[in-house]
């Protein structure tokens, strides 16, 4: 498809092999993550937090926690996407608050909006909450992958990890949350043997089915 951003979506591939020598500059490192905080979420209530690990010991052991996967360490900078924990009436008042101030109206006319949200948390478990913070998070991941590719960043998504000692780890800095999914961005090695592998899709006929 003769198509920019499809072009640059094509150029993407999940690195395993970051060149440890190139640094996102800071304004690269800026629109990574103004993409991920412009992502949408589910009443637009922002339920997470993007850790961004420079310090190299925290990120050693990090590695550690990650099965010794390289792009902990070496690409440019590790970024930890966090859900919120115990999402409730305090955190839901600090966003209408935020909304009132933002758009300038009343909290009184923010009444309604608050109230469907408080009954939607009531019913969920916390675990539930959880798994509804999570797919939110994904979606952030999406929109900082695209914005990488778009602006010839490299990227690699992670699960593989261990969160719960990356949570240890990370303790002070993260208190209330909880890391769900890892993005490390920087540049690719040139001896990156996945570079050169053909990208592998199923084809339209099996992914897309018009109805
Ligand atoms: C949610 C998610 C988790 C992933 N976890 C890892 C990981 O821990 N380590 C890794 O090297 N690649 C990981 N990947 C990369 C995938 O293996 C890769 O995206 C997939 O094979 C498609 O290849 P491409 O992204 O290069 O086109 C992950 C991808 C996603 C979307």
Same mark, same amino acid.
């Given at each position: 498809? @003769?198509?920019?951003?499809?072009?640059?979506?094509?150029?993407?591939?999940?690195?395993?092999?970051?060149?440890?020598?190139? /640094? $996102?500059?800071?304004?690269?490192?800026?629109?990574?993550?103004?993409?991920?905080?412009?992502?949408?979420?589910?009443?637009?209530?922002? +339920?997470?937090?993007?850790?961004?690990?420079?310090?190299?010991?925290?990120?050693?052991?990090?590695?550690?926690?990650?099965?010794?996967?390289?792009?902990?360490? #070496?690409?440019?900078?590790? $970024?930890?996407?966090?859900?919120?924990?115990?999402?409730?009436?305090?955190?839901? #008042?600090?966003?209408?608050?935020?909304?009132?101030?933002?758009?300038?109206? @009343?909290?009184?006319?923010?009444?309604?909006? /608050?109230?469907?949200? $408080? @009954?939607?948390?009531?019913?969920?478990?916390?675990?539930?909450?959880?798994?509804?913070?999570?797919?939110?998070?994904?979606?952030?991941?999406?929109?900082?992958?695209? +914005?990488?590719?778009?602006?010839?960043? #490299?990227?690699?998504?992670?699960?593989?990890?261990?969160?719960?000692?990356?949570?240890?780890?990370?303790?002070?800095?993260?208190?209330?949350?909880?890391?769900?999914?890892?993005?490390?961005?920087?540049?690719?090695?040139?001896?990156?043997?996945?570079?050169?592998?053909?990208?592998?899709?199923?084809?339209?006929?099996?992914?897309?089915?018009?109805?």
């Amino acid at each position: 498809m @003769n198509n920019e951003y499809i072009k640059k979506i094509t150029w993407r591939y999940a690195v395993k092999k970051f060149d440890p020598s190139k /640094k $996102l500059s800071d304004e690269q490192l800026s629109l990574v993550l103004e993409a991920g905080r412009l992502a949408p979420s589910s009443f637009g209530l922002q +339920a997470w937090k993007i850790a961004v690990i420079k310090d190299p010991e925290i990120r050693k052991k990090l590695k550690d926690a990650a099965f010794g996967q390289t792009q902990v360490t #070496d690409a440019s900078h590790l $970024l930890v996407l966090c859900i919120r924990k115990n999402i409730g009436e305090q955190f839901v #008042d600090h966003y209408i608050n935020t909304i009132a101030k933002e758009r300038g109206v @009343n909290i009184s006319s923010l009444s309604g909006f /608050k109230e469907g949200m $408080l @009954n939607s948390f009531l019913q969920k478990t916390e675990e539930e909450k959880d798994e509804w913070s999570t797919r939110q998070v994904y979606i952030m991941l999406g929109f900082i992958l695209s +914005a990488c590719a778009e602006n010839g960043i #490299d990227a690699c998504p992670m699960e593989g990890f261990d969160p719960k000692k990356f949570d240890e780890i990370l303790k002070l800095k993260l208190d209330g949350f909880e890391s769900r999914v890892l993005c490390a961005v920087g540049f690719r090695s040139e001896n990156d043997e996945f570079e050169k592998m053909k990208k592998v899709r199923f084809p339209k006929e099996e992914i897309i089915t018009e109805i």
